[in-house]
Nanobody
Framework: QVQVVESGGGLVQPGGSLRLSCTASGSGRIGNIYTMGWYRQAPGKQRELVATITSGGSTNYGDSVKGRFTISRDNAKRTVYLQMSSVKPEDTAVYYC?????????????WGQGTQVAVSS
């Protein structure tokens, strides 16, 4: 079983920065961690893509965060980061980490519990 744990959420002012972290772990052998990513869900809205990154470092971003957010990962630590810059009130949401893990790509989906990000002055 794979556990996915996020950290780093909180309150940030518009125009500010915040960094989220997420680590995938498990008891015993959990196989490979393939694509990892961040998704978010604002109140009353559907969950949407923020950014994903493959084990090889290829990235994909949602249109609303391109040029402002940067995703990166440390494969040795099974950790993915989301550097959020120039944040806007509309970035307020619960941010969920996703890790695809297993022995055969693309792996199974594992989700974290979410971390709240609030952008407000």
């Amino acid at each position: 079983q794979v556990q996915v744990v996020e950290s780093g959420g909180g309150l940030v002012q518009p125009g500010g920065s915040l960094r989220l972290s997420c680590t995938a772990s498990g008891s015993g052998r959990i196989g490979n961690i393939y694509t990892m990513g961040w998704y978010r869900q604002a109140p009353g809205k559907q969950r949407e893509l923020v950014a994903t990154i493959t084990s090889g470092g290829s990235t994909n971003y949602g249109d609303s965060v391109k040029g402002r957010f940067t995703i990166s990962r440390d494969n040795a630590k099974r950790t993915v980061y989301l550097q959020m810059s120039s944040v806007k009130p509309e970035d307020t949401a619960v941010y969920y980490c996703n890790a695809k893990a297993g022995w055969v790509p693309p792996g199974r989906d594992y989700w974290g519990q979410g971390t709240q990000v609030a952008v407000s002055s």
